[in-house]
């Protein structure tokens, strides 16, 4: 019943075909057409256009034209989850509003909190292209699994429904999420958890900014011309190989996210500590407490010894560092550590 073609998109009034951008106003059957027609003549959406440009820095528009035409189809190729982070009170939310218009019941409004947690919310997503999450919660998510898995998903996955024995299904379902805060976690710091993330921040709010309340009708007269616009973005990332442009602010927005809930990259770019030397080595115990002093010295909460270790391991290549079970202490005892570490200062046991 779901059409599997990545390169077609089932509109009211027939089929566009992705890869040369003719239409076909014959309708095949679709269990998740759009509501929306195809109109090659509709007006530039001029609303829609204004209210973004208020919203997202310019160079971050581009991105979201790119992610908003990728929901239109039933790929994982680009591999992306978007946040549209603010503050409070700049209107971000509308773009969910006018997504649900525009892909009628190839959206759905739920969480990512609960498609994490709640095992029934992931059959939720079935004949979906897109999950909106208007007011993202900002608990750490305990677990990231599920959610990595389904946003990169390229083969079928297991689903339940209460009362029904699982099955399995493919989910193209893309997370778009709105929210004060980033998505956070509580043990999973990886690249992976990050990189999967395009994070666009919302500029404040004017002090003497008049909210139109009518302005989401107003958008939603522009669908045609929105759609338009959304398909500009899929095409050019189609061209792209599926890579989105991505500015350098919102790349910073990732790299600041990951170092707020990960102070082990700002420890080993400090400076007093340690330094990078690769003829000299240091034991696990000995980096650790240097790092804890770090810690004390900046008002941080350390992390677990296993995790702070597990991080660097996850990144030497970044650091140019070897990880080895062979430091010898004196004494003769060996234990594991680093080479390519001097330590610059000793804490007291």
């Not at 075909?17 to 027609?37: A, I, T, Y």
């Amino acid at each position: 019943p779901f059409p599997i073609e990545q390169d077609c998109i089932h509109l009211q009034n027939g089929v566009y075909h992705l890869p040369d951008g003719s239409f076909q106003e014959s309708r095949l059957f679709c269990q998740n057409r759009l509501p929306v027609k195809y109109n090659p003549k509709a007006a530039s959406p001029d609303r829609w256009l204004t209210f973004l440009h208020e919203l997202l820095d310019d160079a971050d528009i581009p991105t979201l034209q790119e992610y908003l035409g990728y929901c239109l189809i039933p790929s994982t190729k680009g591999q992306k989850m978007m946040l549209i982070v603010g503050k409070g009170g700049e209107g971000k939310s509308r773009i969910g509003l006018v997504l649900k218009r525009l892909m009628g019941d190839a959206a759905s409004n739920g969480s990512v909190q609960k498609v994490e947690t709640n095992r029934f919310a992931r059959a939720d997503l079935e004949r979906r292209l897109l999950m909106i999450d208007d007011d993202m919660d900002m608990n750490a998510l305990p677990k990231t699994n599920y959610i990595k898995t389904i946003v990169t998903a390229e083969a079928k996955l297991d689903l339940e429904r209460k009362g029904v024995q699982s099955y399995q299904r493919d989910i193209y379902a893309r997370f778009l999420c709105f929210g004060n805060g980033a998505l956070t976690s509580l043990y999973d710091h990886s690249d992976g958890f990050f990189r999967r993330q395009l994070i666009l921040t919302t500029k404040d709010k004017p002090a003497d900014r008049t909210d139109d309340p009518f302005l989401v009708e107003k958008m939603y007269a522009e669908l045609e011309g929105i759609l338009l616009w959304c398909l500009e973005g899929l095409h050019r990332l189609v061209q792209n190989n599926f890579r989105f442009t991505v500015s350098e602010r919102a790349a910073a927005n990732v790299d600041t996210i990951k170092r707020s809930s990960n102070n082990v990259i700002d420890f080993m770019e400090s400076e007093g500590y340690f330094r990078f030397k690769a003829d000299y080595s240091i034991s696990s115990k000995e980096f650790y407490d240097i790092y804890k002093q770090w810690c004390a010295d900046n008002a941080c909460h350390s992390v677990s010894a296993i995790r702070f270790s597990a991080e660097l391991r996850q990144n030497d290549r970044r650091y140019n560092l070897e990880a080895t079970n062979n430091i010898y202490l004196p004494g003769g005892r060996r234990v594991r550590g680093f080479v390519g570490i001097e330590p610059l200062v000793h804490p007291c046991p």
